[in-house]
């Protein structure tokens, strides 16, 4: 009915408020946890880039929120630690013809915004499930 179909719009179309940007920007990334089991990842590329994606790696799930990140081609990227796909952080696209889920982020106010329908994003407590850093300082 009429009142589902625009909960549901209302609901693919929501803010959700994670937190202050500059705990954000103490790491490369940072694995977000939400109730319903869709983890996200914030890479952070400074001085002010922030960018949202799922946890999981399209080929076959790997952990992104392990990724090297790295300028590739002129497009700063995130590398699969499983089998060294790239994703483009502004697109999700890559090399290969796969597309990784993206989100789009906002700053407000200090603050970072996530467009997602998941429910209650929080941090993961495990502060060492971080992306490596790469081998070159991409924040020189
Ligand atoms: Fe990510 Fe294979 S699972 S490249």
């Not at 803010?15 to 952070?44: P, Y």
């Not at 002010?48 to 990724?67: E, R, T, V």
Request: glycine share 8%; net charge negative; with cysteine.
């Amino acid at each position: 009915d009429l009142v589902k179909a625009l909960k549901e719009v209302v609901d693919s179309n929501r803010w959700q408020n994670i937190g202050a940007a500059e705990k954000f920007k103490t790491k490369k990334c940072t694995r977000l946890l939400s109730e319903d089991g869709e983890d996200m990842v914030i890479v952070f590329v400074a001085p002010d880039k922030f960018y949202a994606m799922d946890a999981s790696c399209p080929h076959a799930g790997g952990p992104m929120n392990l990724g090297d990140i790295e300028d590739i081609g002129g497009h700063m990227s995130i590398i699969c630690p499983w089998h060294g796909y790239s994703f483009r952080l502004d697109d999700g696209s890559s090399p290969t013809g796969l597309q990784q889920q993206m989100y789009t982020v906002k700053v407000l106010e200090g603050n970072i915004y996530v467009n997602t329908s998941s429910e209650l994003l929080v941090p993961s407590s495990n502060t060492t499930e971080n992306c490596e850093d790469s081998k070159e300082d991409i924040s020189s």
